[in-house]
């Protein structure tokens, strides 16, 4: 049975609209609608979720969709947050260099990242989708996420490299 069908069969054994069941689940009536109707299928996320209010398993809820089997391998929930870690090592690389360039004092440098630092974090919790948690990572999540984190890194990475050449002249 699809996910569609066994979406539609549960919902209306447990006696819920999709407006019910779209609040539950924190996300659009819309969002229910076109689960039903096969014209999307839900994240992995929302698949737990849906097994979890219905009291079913998994396996019960998605056997015989090969479709969402197919797609929920290939789920990029992992992705966005790899691409968040990514991003920050690579904005605090660029800023480790933009520091070695110019030769200022690593107290001045975390001076003058407080005010970026929290300016993104403002910035990345400004641009969470808080209604739908589920599907919170947003392409702005992940760039002031990005941001955010290569700002935090990069003292760290002038104390461990200063470290470790200090360790090494030694």
């Given at each position: 049975?699809?996910?569609a069908?066994?979406l ?5 054994i447990?006696?819920l609209s999709?407006t ?13 609608s076109k ?12 698949v737990?979720a849906?097994?979890d209010l219905?009291?079913i398993?998994?396996d ?5 969709d ?15 947050v ?31 990242l407080?005010i ?7 910035f990345?919790?400004r641009?969470?989708k ?5 599907q919170?990572?947003t ?13 935090i ?10 470290g ?7």
């Amino acid at each position: 049975m699809k996910i569609a069908e066994q979406l539609q069969m549960q919902r209306q054994i447990h006696g819920l609209s999709q407006t019910d069941l779209a609040e539950k689940l924190h996300i659009s009536r819309q969002s229910i609608s076109k689960w039903e109707n096969g014209t999307t299928l839900p994240s992995f996320s929302n698949v737990v979720a849906i097994s979890d209010l219905f009291g079913i398993s998994l396996d019960d809820l998605i056997k015989g969709d090969v479709q969402l089997m197919e797609r929920l391998e290939k789920d990029n929930s992992v992705n966005k947050v790899s691409r968040i870690l990514l991003f920050g090592i690579a904005i605090a690389i660029v800023g480790y260099t933009c520091y070695q360039l110019v030769g200022i004092s690593a107290n001045t440098l975390e001076s003058w990242l407080v005010i970026p630092v929290l300016v993104s974090f403002f910035f990345m919790l400004r641009s969470v989708k808080w209604r739908e948690f589920n599907q919170a990572l947003t392409k702005p999540t992940i760039i002031w996420g990005a941001i955010w984190l290569g700002l935090i890194l990069i003292p760290e990475i002038i104390g461990f490299v200063s470290g470790y050449v200090q360790g090494m002249n030694e």
